[in-house]
């Protein structure tokens, strides 16, 4: 199993907000695919997956913050 975390976005950004997801519950993912988009009070993120499979399960929806190291999806 695999996390999708939310990494460093750069200086000063401690939290994010989940705009959308480019996936749903079941969709197979390749790493380093766009897997979900953030927002900063600065800017736009799109956050990737870290490695290939089965999205197993979203752990912030839409319209939830979440802090930077927080897992956002399972990968299987």
Known sequence: MSF???PELGE???KATVACWHY???DRVTQDDDVVEVV???AVFNVVAGASGILRGILVRDGQEVKIGEALAEIE
Do not use: F
């Open 4 to 6: 999708v975390t939310l």
């Open 12 to 14: 000063g950004i401690e």
């Open 40 to 42: 900063t009070d600065k």
């Open 24 to 26: 749903k519950v079941g």
